[in-house]
C-alpha cells in the first residue's frame, strides 16, 4: 500500500457574490461548503478542491493555512 501524503490547507473566502455567475461557477463555490458572502472554510489542498478554486477564483480570496 502507498502511504498518504501530507496535504497542506487553505483557507477560502467568499468576496464577490455568486449572483449572474455561471452555474458552474455557483456549483464550484458551494462544493467547497461556502453558503454566504465573506463566509470562510478551511479546506485540504487536493487537486479536486484546488481545480474548484481556479473555476471561481475571480468570487475568491485564497490564503495558505500553516
Given amino acids: 500500500m502507498a502511504k498518504a501524503k501530507k496535504v ?3 483557507k477560502v473566502t467568499q468576496i464577490k457574490s455568486t449572483n449572474k455567475s455561471l452555474a458552474n461557477h455557483k456549483a464550484c ?3 467547497l461548503g461556502i453558503r454566504k458572502m465573506h463566509q470562510s472554510r478551511v479546506v485540504d ?6 481545480g474548484m478554486i481556479n473555476a471561481a477564483i475571480h468570487l475568491l480570496k ?3 493555512v500553516k
Avoid: I, L
Fill in 8 to 10: 497542506g490547507q487553505v
Fill in 29 to 31: 463555490v458551494r462544493g
Fill in 45 to 50: 489542498a487536493t487537486p479536486e478542491n484546488m
Fill in 62 to 64: 485564497v490564503e495558505e
